[in-house]
């Protein structure tokens, strides 16, 4: 799974006052699978991480077929959820963060034109633009994103939901082949439910 785009921004981008306080602990231990608990809950997939302090849950689509934690942990915490689709993957990353809002940060259109200059410096990546309005979910103060990034190793679409909550990042990247995505408003629609179901736990919940 990529680096999370707001990881890439706290690392290359220093153009703004905001990136000063946008740094990650680089010293944050990898996620150790023996005290993970992952608990289906109806359609729900859920991680639980009690001695990282957090837990976040989603509704993926039927076509996940199975999660898997990446062998070298460049995160706090990572996981990859293929689909039965090739190019088709849900992935989620945790990163010890020192901002308490997204907002510090920048607004979503801020955020979102930072990411497209972030993509412009990947090795391979010829082309980003966004590929709709970003937002903000105004309950949990997380941004939605959406772009196309083309490059040698082809055209995807990617969608991205992302909360600061508790001294923690939480990404959900949705990645899609821009051909499948193109042409299948019923693949849109399935991306689209299952990206805006993301959500952090508070600590009673878990």
Partial sequence: HRRSFLHTLAITTTSTAASSSFMLLSSAPPSNAAEEVQVPVGEKFQRIKPK??????????PSVITTSNKPLQTHLDEINLPTNTRGYTYGVTVDPIRISSLKEFGTP??????IVMAEL????????????DASEDELSG???IEYISDGTRGK??????????EGKLFVLTVQVKEDDWSVSPALQREVMDAVRTFRVLDKGMY
Avoid: M
């Avoid at 410096?121 to 709709?132: H, K, M, Q, W, Y």
């Avoid at 995807?156 to 909550?165: C, D, E, G, L, W």
């Fill in 52 to 61: 990282l302090n957090f837990a976040y849950e989603f509704i993926p689509p």
């Fill in 121 to 132: 410096r990947r090795d391979g990546v010829l082309d980003v633009t966004l590929a709709a």
């Fill in 142 to 144: 997380a941004y939605e």
């Fill in 109 to 114: 259109d801020e955020v979102a034109a930072k």
């Fill in 156 to 165: 995807k679409h990617f969608v991205t939901r992302t909360i600061v909550k």
